[in-house]
């Protein structure tokens, strides 16, 4: 599996990005994918999630501001982020996984490099 993530960069408080995830060799039970981020010194904390059949999650802080989307999500996986803030600044990360009752698992390894975003105030 590859996933190659970019659309990263420095953008001020209240500026847009759309963050790509260009994916490869994503094995058939995959069923979800996820945009992460994280913070150094911090845990990866889950921004969105969307399942093959299009249904979509936000964490709460950037539920109305972000939009993940994806032509067929397992070979192309997008972020759309509309009126960010200094607290957005991150690496983000596109996951691989799979949902259970609603709840995504990402699967291990199955993650890209990464993309800085800076939000500068």
């Known amino acids: 599996v590859q996933l190659v993530e970019s659309g990263g960069g420095l953008v001020q408080t209240g500026g847009s990005l759309t963050l790509s995830c260009a994916a490869s060799g994503v094995p058939e039970h995959i069923n979800g994918m996820a945009w992460y981020r994280q913070i150094p010194g911090r845990q990866r904390e889950q921004v969105a999630t969307?399942?093959?059949?299009?249904?979509?999650k936000y964490e709460h802080s950037v539920k109305g501001r972000f939009t993940i989307s994806g032509d067929n999500i397992k070979t192309a996986l997008y972020l759309q982020m509309n009126s960010l803030k200094p607290e957005d600044t991150a690496v983000y990360y596109c996951?691989?996984?799979?949902?259970?009752?609603?709840?995504?698992?990402?699967?291990?390894?199955?993650w890209g490099q990464g993309t800085q975003v800076t939000v500068s105030s």
């Open positions: 969307i399942s093959s059949d299009g249904a979509t």
């Open positions: 996951h691989a996984g799979h949902f259970y009752e609603g709840i995504f698992y990402p699967a291990a390894g199955y």
